[in-house]
């Protein structure tokens, strides 16, 4: 008997709960280099919910892929135009058929022939993803690939070799023996820590330039007082010999002397 599409809807499973099923990082190198990648990322776009970061986590792209446990999970992925919420893992269709549209894999001596060319054909051909790049925390190799003409074609890097990604709107290049990003003006995205101590930096040259300025201030102050002061004490020693020199023509008078014809 046939279905509707309501009834068969009905009938499937929800997948929006299936788990990743990837092993953990191949080391703390690795582990410290994908964190940087996401929270630098989150960071930037603190403000933006249209988007997904997946980090160490698995994508399910087929249910004949499901039914044989040939599960792919790229180190870090990012899919654009969509919901911004946690998932245990990114079920292609339960999200209406989106596929990453930036993938970096963190090579290792166990995983570099698979990510350099299983990965990168799957990545190509099945998961059409616009952008791939590798990156390997102990050599620091770095290559970037662009889908062109349903090919990845090798990207060429700047004169500082960092690679620009036209689908995050940054470059991506080695600084401090990390993968960071960078932006088109060529400055450093920093991590969160690194933007709150940049944040503590300014806020304690703020206070000094503010503890400058009040010393100057202070200083003017002082300087005024003492202008005041000393036109103060000009005008009472004026003072003294306007009434010093009254007193003696005074007394002149006294004597039958008119100060004038002296």
């Not at 988007?51 to 249910?63: E, T, V």
């Amino acid at each position: 008997m046939a279905l509707t599409a309501q009834e068969i809807e009905a009938l499937m499973p929800d997948c929006t709960q299936l788990l990743s099923d990837e092993p953990e990082m191949e080391s703390s190198l690795h582990y410290t280099q994908l964190l940087i990648l996401v929270t630098c990322l989150e960071w930037l776009w603190r403000d933006r919910e249209d988007f997904f970061i997946g980090a160490n986590l698995s994508i399910y792209y087929s249910r004949q892929q499901l039914k044989n446990r040939d599960f792919r999970g790229p180190d870090f992925f990012l899919v654009k135009d969509t919901e911004k919420r946690p998932r245990l893992s990114w079920v292609i269709w339960e999200e209406d058929g989106k596929y990453p549209n930036v993938i970096i894999e963190l090579l290792s001596d166990s995983t570099a022939k698979v990510d350099k060319g299983l990965k990168k054909q799957l990545y190509q051909n099945q998961f059409r993803t616009p952008e791939y790049f590798w990156f390997s925390p102990n050599t620091l190799e770095l290559m970037g690939w662009r889908l062109t003409d349903s090919e990845y074609k090798a990207i060429t890097p700047s004169e500082n070799d960092w690679y620009w990604s036209q689908e995050i709107g940054l470059y991506l290049g080695v600084w401090e023996e990390k993968l960071r990003y960078f932006t088109v003006e060529g400055k450093l995205v920093p991590t969160p820590e690194e933007a709150n101590l940049e944040e503590i930096r300014k806020a304690e040259i703020a206070l000094q330039r503010a503890e400058i300025e009040e010393r100057k201030a202070e200083a003017e102050r002082k300087k005024a007082e003492s202008e005041r002061q000393k036109a103060e004490a000009e005008r009472q020693r004026a003072d003294a010999a306007e009434e010093k020199a009254a007193i003696l023509a005074q007394k002149l008078r006294e004597l039958g002397i008119e100060p004038d014809s002296l």
